[in-house]
Nanobody, 115 residues
């Protein structure tokens, strides 16, 4: 049974920083691709960044150079460091784990960027 628990969201001013964490339970974390997605009101859920088991990463064009995804396999945790936050980064951020072709999701954490 995979469970993902996000933390670290909140309210921040534009230009500020936040770090999201996602703690995963269950086995096979180290070989799973882990990702962060976000969904703004009235919009679809989109990939922000993901990281494979061997550390390969990809980012949405809108966050490249500002966000960094990383993982700590010893802690079964994936992180998203978000710098230079913009108003348009406001969304619910979801942690995702891909394991044996199945997708697992956390409950989401709200990030609100204010002017």
């Amino acid at each position: 049974q995979v469970q993902l628990v996000e933390s670290g969201g909140g309210l921040v001013q534009a230009g500020g920083s936040l770090r999201l964490s996602c703690a995963a339970s269950g086995s096979f974390f180290s070989i799973s691709t882990m990702g962060w997605y976000r969904q703004a009101p009235g919009k679809q859920r989109d990939l922000v960044a993901d990281i494979t088991g061997i550390g390969d990463t990809q980012y949405a064009a809108s966050v490249k150079g500002r966000f960094t995804i990383s993982r700590d396999n010893a802690k079964n945790t994936v992180y998203l460091q978000m710098n230079s936050l913009k108003l348009e980064d406001t969304a619910v951020y979801y942690c995702n784990q891909v394991l044996l072709l199945r997708n697992y999701w956390g409950q989401g954490t709200q990030v609100t960027v204010s002017s």
